[in-house]
């Protein structure tokens, strides 16, 4: 089981579920835990495992061609297994996600058919799967509300890991222009590095005002607010790094951003 272990990336999967989680919590106002959110917290996992897992398949002569370490390659899985091993936990994720709320199900199989899209078309067109990857990552927050139907402070907090994870996939792209090269089409490919390095700034700068709007709002208390400017600190930190060409530290403080990120909305209920 090993391969498949390393195929879906866990730790990924993990931080998937940790989402829902988080934004169940978020729109309970509450620390509880019940059958529920445990259902959704697995459905989610198996989805981003089946997206990590497909998207593989789909990259396949890509990533042999770069020779890029892929679990795929690595440990010599048969394609047509790693397709069908996709598909089933993407079948088992949304049928999880059916005997939850009929919302729930509709949003797992929405995500199920994009990460579909997004592995077979989207991840070459970058510019607009990064897009893609950022709206389910902050959908996590939203499948954790949608068990309750309370999404007052939850759309505020989605709105800004969007703009959050679609800076550091800009980033990203800025880091990997070279390697991308006769693969992908990417932002920095289309708009050049000085012109995309101004469109990630604005992206960041909407995620900003977006961070500040839940306690303008009397929707989050005083510690989100100290704990959401800590991680917009990080994310100017971030900026400068991106500014002088080192996009690789400046992807790795998005990251440590937006774990602070998700401690704000975690400290917003308290």
Known sequence: ????LDLIRAGN?????????????VATHSFAFNLPILLAMISA??????????N?????EVDRKKKTKKPILDFNLNPRNVLIFSILLFVLGSKIAFFINPITFEIAVLFSVLLIVYSAFFSKIKYLGNWIVALGTS??????ASLVGNYSIVLWFALLALFANVYRELVKDMEDIDADKGSKKTM????????TKYFSFFILLLAFVFSYVPFLLNLANFYYLIAVTFADLIFIYSIL?????NFKKAQQLSKIAMLFGLLAFLVSII
């Open 1 to 4: 089981m090993k391969p498949y």
């Open 13 to 25: 999967c993990l931080i998937a579920a940790f989402g829902v989680l988080i934004g169940y919590l």
């Open 45 to 54: 996992f198996l989805i981003c495992a089946a997206g990590q897992s497909i």
């Open 56 to 60: 593989d398949y789909f990259d396949l």
């Open 139 to 144: 959908f996590t927050l939203i499948y954790g």
């Open 188 to 195: 920095p490919m289309l708009i050049g590095i000085k012109n």
């Open 241 to 245: 790094q991106m500014k002088n060409n």
